[in-house]
């Protein structure tokens, strides 16, 4: 078992970090923002709980996900850009209105495009600290052969 | 009838739904994912390669096409282009990689299918097609960032230290070709304020020299090294041996063939009167890449070292016809271009033919040593007969559609004046030739010194492995006995390549009418001759 300060950290830090990468999704509608930093921060979220409990207990958490999570944003992606042609382009964006509690809320192509990115870039970057970790917890089978050499 | 204009992203669209289609599996059992993805990347190559003769026929038909991502009108939005010599390129990519497939089916090993074989090889199709059919600077080098990384998945699959050796100096190099694009597209930006091919043709006619030297030197370099022209070819030969063999001759058929007509779209484009005031430094950029790939094929061990010189060899001679490409010959402006592409064509064909049958050897005698191999011509006389036949082709003897393009490219450059690099050229020939029979002899001649490892020949695989370059060789014979209706082709297409007037107005007849000048801080070439 880790430290149980980097498990509390955990604890607490996560769910904020990915709440963070939900708000900054959401904002990169108009503002700075947007999938790819909000990716990347979800990512640094799931990287704090390898960091607590391991690259074996993240992968049983999140494991069946992962694999195909690089397919299925790239899916996502595509859809929106399928979806423009039915107004007659490629990557045409289009938009729905509707209403909630008084507020106009829009929601379009763009941001679907922008979820798929996100998708991509959780399931790349996990997959890389994943394999990182997993590479730094087993110890190098070939540093006797190494010390051997002249 | 005509088609939506939206068919001209189909290419790109249609590997790219695939490949990501078939990384939704991830999560199976193995053996099952493979032969998912097995089904849907031969449904995807089928079907791209239906949608490349159906947009070539559709261009032969209608002339040029354009279409506006999302459908933001020129210069705001991405341009999709497409017009025969794109056409042409989109359909050869597809047959290629249609024809690689099966010898993929049969060969790949269950390892390197498990790690995403087959849904890298739709990755790698949709980052060549996509890099045809573009018509935006900007979106050319994402382009090329998605095929370089789709190639050096394939590249380094398997992970062997050979294969992660070549594959680094293959990234690396490539890298830097990459930061030269995307230089160039940046100051091309930051002078002319645009990034769509058309607008950068009409600006760039206004730009001062050395405006436009500085952006050709940039894309020179570029494109340069990513068709392993002199002097940035190390790449190649350092990688292009460590992978699978199909790998191999995917790569000789698409890689540096999209840097290539890259050359033959920008130079033609952007700057016709560089093509005429370089033509010393593209005719000696040619000359080089011509002999020292054909040198440097003389001291190499295995086949497939053997055969990647020769890619950087036959490289030479498209930029030799890059450099006349304008020249006045008796056949009209545009002649050398449209050989340069007939030999682009051909060298797709002969090359990867000849890499499937030296792969298909290394394959089944387990090595592709020459010193160790020999003989073979008694087990496998009809592999050696298409060898032969793909090997004299590439030497440029008749009646294969070597001939056709060595003899054309021959004419333009005489016509041209250019009696040098005419006189390297048919030097290089000979050694290519003498080069190419002693790789036939020490493969398939004299005593067979090497029984093939047991169990390695499945009966039935020499039919997955043979027909792709049977076919391949056909169609190269083809081309050189009735040699009238693919020149006329090709020369269609030099013609639409050349007509900047033509580009200009398929994507958007405004561009021209619209405000010329260019941004604050660049002085126009109108106004510097008035000043000075």
């Known amino acids: 078992m880790t430290e149980i300060y980097l498990r509390l950290v955990d604890r607490i830090l996560t769910p904020i970090l990915l709440l963070i990468a939900i708000f900054l999704f959401l904002r990169g509608h108009d503002l700075p923002g947007g999938g790819f930093i909000a990716g990347l921060?979800?990512?640094?979220?799931?990287?704090?709980?390898?960091?607590?409990?391991?690259?074996?207990?993240?992968?049983?958490?999140?494991?069946?996900?992962?694999?195909?999570?690089?397919?299925?944003?790239?899916?996502?992606?595509?859809?929106?850009?399928?979806?423009?042609?039915?107004?007659?382009?490629?990557?045409?964006?289009?938009?729905?209105?509707?209403?909630?509690?008084?507020?106009?809320?829009?929601?379009?192509?763009?941001?679907?495009?922008?979820?798929?990115?996100m998708l991509v870039v959780v399931g790349m970057a996990v997959t890389y600290l994943l394999r990182l970790s997993e590479a730094a917890e087993t110890p190098p089978p070939s540093t006797k052969h190494r010390e051997t050499r002249p | 009838m005509t088609p939506h204009p939206t068919v001209l992203i189909l290419p790109v669209a249609l590997p790219l739904f695939l490949g990501a289609f078939s990384l939704l599996f991830q999560s199976m059992a193995p053996d099952r994912r493979v032969a998912l993805q097995r089904i849907l990347a031969g449904l995807g190559l089928f079907a791209n390669m239906a949608v490349a003769g159906f947009l070539l026929f559709w261009v032969l038909q209608r002339g040029p096409q354009a279409f506006q991502l999302g459908l933001w009108p020129?210069?705001?939005?991405?341009?999709?282009?497409?017009?025969?010599?794109?056409?042409?390129?989109?359909?050869?990519?597809?047959?290629?990689?249609?024809?690689?497939?099966?010898?993929?089916?049969?060969?790949?090993?269950?390892?390197?299918?498990?790690?995403?074989?087959?849904?890298?090889?739709?990755?790698?199709?949709?980052?060549?097609?996509?890099?045809?059919?573009?018509?935006?600077?900007?979106?050319?080098?994402?382009?090329?960032?998605?095929?370089?990384?789709?190639?050096?998945?394939?590249?380094?699959?398997?992970?062997?230290?050979?294969?992660?050796?070549?594959?680094?100096?293959?990234?690396?190099?490539?890298?830097?070709?990459?930061?030269?694009?995307?230089?160039?597209?940046?100051?091309?930006?930051?002078?002319?304020?645009?990034?769509?091919?058309?607008?950068?043709?009409?600006?760039?006619?206004?730009?001062?020299?050395?405006?436009?030297?500085?952006?050709?030197?940039?894309?020179?370099?570029?494109?340069?090294?990513?068709?392993?022209?002199?002097?940035?070819?190390?790449?190649?030969?350092?990688?292009?041996?460590?992978?699978?063999?199909v790998v191999t001759a995917l790569f000789s058929g698409v890689l540096t063939k999209v840097g290539v007509y890259s050359l033959f779209r920008v130079f033609p484009l952007f700057f016709p009167t560089l093509l005429a005031t370089w033509q010393p430094l593209l005719l000696t950029v040619a000359g080089l890449t011509m002999v020292i790939g054909v040198l440097g094929a003389f001291a190499q061990p295995t086949i497939r070292r053997l055969l990647s010189f020769h890619i950087i060899s036959q490289?030479?001679?498209?930029?030799?016809?890059?450099?006349?490409?304008?020249?006045?010959?008796?056949?009209?402006?545009?002649?050398?271009?449209?050989?340069?592409?007939?030999?682009?064509?051909?060298?797709q064909l002969v090359k990867t033919a000849l890499l499937l049958g030296g792969g298909a050897v290394e394959l089944e005698m387990g090595t592709g040593k020459l010193s160790e191999l020999g003989g073979l011509v008694h087990s496998r006389p009809l592999q050696a007969t298409l060898f032969l036949v793909a090997a004299f082709a590439l030497a440029g003897f008749p009646p294969t559609s070597g001939f056709i393009g060595k003899l054309g490219l021959l004419e333009v450059t005489f016509a041209a004046g250019q009696w040098p690099i005419a006189a390297v050229s048919v030097f290089v020939s000979l050694l290519t030739t003498m080069s190419?029979?002693?790789?036939?002899?020490?493969?398939?001649?004299?005593?067979?010194?090497l029984?093939?490892?047991?169990?390695?020949?499945?009966?039935?695989?020499?039919?997955?492995?043979?027909?792709?370059s049977a076919i391949l060789v056909a169609l190269s014979l083809a081309i050189g006995v009735a040699a009238q209706p693919m020149l006329t082709l090709v020369q269609t297409a030099a013609s639409q390549a050349i007509d900047r007037a033509g580009y200009v107005r398929t994507v958007n007849p405004e561009l021209t009418e619209q405000d010329r000048s260019l941004p604050l801080g660049i002085q126009s070439q109108r106004s510097e001759k008035a000043g000075g």
Do not use: C
């Open chain 2, 74 to 245: 020129a210069p705001f939005g991405i341009t999709v282009y497409l017009d025969t010599l794109t056409a042409l390129m989109l359909a050869m990519v597809g047959l290629l990689s249609l024809l690689i497939y099966p010898f993929a089916l049969e060969t790949i090993d269950p390892e390197r299918a498990r790690l995403g074989f087959f849904p890298m090889l739709l990755f790698l199709l949709m980052g060549a097609n996509g890099a045809f059919i573009t018509g935006d600077l900007f979106n050319l080098y994402v382009f090329y960032e998605v095929l370089l990384m789709a190639s050096f998945v394939l590249l380094t699959l398997g992970g062997t230290p050979s294969q992660i050796n070549g594959g680094i100096r293959y990234v690396v190099l490539n890298l830097m070709g990459s930061m030269m694009l995307l230089l160039g597209a940046g100051i091309t930006y930051g002078t002319l304020g645009t990034l769509n091919m058309a607008h950068i043709a009409v600006r760039m006619a206004e730009a001062p020299y050395t405006v436009q030297a500085v952006i050709a030197g940039l894309l020179l370099v570029a494109f340069g090294a990513k068709a392993a022209a002199f002097p940035a070819f190390f790449w190649l030969p350092s990688s292009y041996h460590t992978p699978h063999p």
């Open chain 2, 315 to 347: 490289i030479g001679y498209m930029l030799m016809g890059l450099g006349v490409a304008l020249s006045p010959s008796t056949y009209g402006v545009g002649f050398g271009l449209a050989l340069a592409i007939l030999f682009l064509i051909h060298n």
């Open chain 2, 436 to 449: 190419m029979i002693r790789l036939w002899q020490s493969i398939f001649w004299g005593k067979p010194r």
């Open chain 1, 41 to 117: 921060v979800a990512a640094a979220a799931i990287e704090l709980t390898i960091l607590a409990l391991g690259s074996a207990a993240t992968r049983d958490r999140y494991g069946p996900w992962l694999a195909p999570l690089l397919g299925i944003g790239l899916m996502v992606a595509v859809t929106a850009a399928l979806i423009g042609m039915a107004g007659g382009g490629f990557f045409l964006g289009r938009w729905i209105q509707f209403e909630v509690a008084g507020e106009t809320l829009k929601l379009g192509t763009p941001q679907l495009f922008d979820l798929g990115v």
């Open chain 2, 451 to 468: 029984s093939p490892p047991p169990g390695v020949r499945a009966p039935g695989r020499a039919l997955w492995t043979t027909t792709p």
